[in-house]
């Protein structure tokens, strides 16, 4: 994936969080990558969005890591019962 296909797809990402997910998702992204948490368990009624609210942790953390000019990977785990949703494009 290219540059600019990368930052197209964290702010597609980003742009298509409703409020309360970008909250969550600000909220899992500050405490595992600025306040050293080691990992963090979302868990909330079906539908709500919490696969969105990864999506968006990640692309939090990849924005962050592009202004700062961190190259290293960013490496995640994500556990999902439904082969439709693991086989969904990022």
């Known amino acids: 994936m290219s540059p600019s ?15 309360f997910q970008s909250a969550t998702a600000s909220v899992v992204h500050n405490r595992l990558f600025v306040g050293g948490q080691k990992s963090m368990l979302v868990a909330d009624e079906v539908g709500l969005g919490k696969t969105i609210v990864a999506k968006g942790v990640i692309a939090k953390e ?6 700062s000019g961190v190259r290293r990977p960013l490496k995640g785990t994500y556990i999902c019962s439904n082969q439709v949703i693991a086989g ?3």
Do not use: S
């Open 62 to 67: 990849l924005t962050r890591r592009r202004e």
């Open 5 to 19: 296909q990368t930052q197209v797809a964290i702010q597609k990402a980003l742009v298509g969080l409703k409020d």
């Open 88 to 90: 969904e494009d990022v």
